[in-house]
């Protein structure tokens, strides 16, 4: 059943929220303005803090290590606690792509990241990174909407903003 939760209000007004992940002990919720809360129930938040990444924060993921990784429309962090953030070069980010989702495999340990590419027409490009730097993996035509893994046929699903939907190993 969904049970109505708190609204993230700043200076009284609502933030939207663009993603949320579970870390095996709390969620992390990111947002417009670089917005970051946590939540140990998902009911009650802590006062929202703001990332180094200028604009909206697109997507977070944890892995099962305990590394937390948010991307936002002007770079990526990462965080041991979900509290104190580190600006993480993305070794292949430039100004026209957008981070906009993010994913992690836990089977084979694999962070993903998709970045919008508008001028190519648009297409996002899918990287991957285990400890090291972001290595480009595939390239899909759309804008990605969303992703998740699929532990049991250990494939990545990602849909785009037209609905398709496309599948790899």
Request: net charge negative; charged share 15%; proline share 5%.
């Amino acid at each position: 059943a969904w049970l109505a939760g708190q609204v993230v209000v700043v200076g009284g007004t609502p933030i939207n929220l663009h993603g949320v992940a579970w870390t095996g002990t709390m969620f992390v919720a990111v947002g417009d303005n670089g917005l970051i809360t946590t939540s140990k129930d998902g009911s009650a938040w802590t006062a929202p803090a703001t990332s180094a990444i200028a604009g909206p924060l697109r997507s977070v993921s944890a892995s099962s290590g305990g590394e937390i990784v948010i991307v936002g429309d002007n770079g990526i962090e990462t965080s041991e606690d979900g509290v104190h953030w580190t600006s993480m070069p993305s070794g292949t980010v430039t100004d026209t792509q957008a981070p906009v989702q993010l994913a992690f495999d836990a089977h084979r340990g694999v962070m993903v990241m998709m970045l919008e590419i508008a001028a190519a027409g648009p297409t996002t490009e899918i990287y991957e990174r285990t400890d090291g730097p972001w290595t480009h993996v595939k390239t899909l035509d759309g804008t990605v909407t969303a992703c998740a893994f699929d532990p049991v046929n250990d494939r990545l699903l990602a849909i785009d903003d037209a609905g398709r939907t496309a599948s790899w190993d």
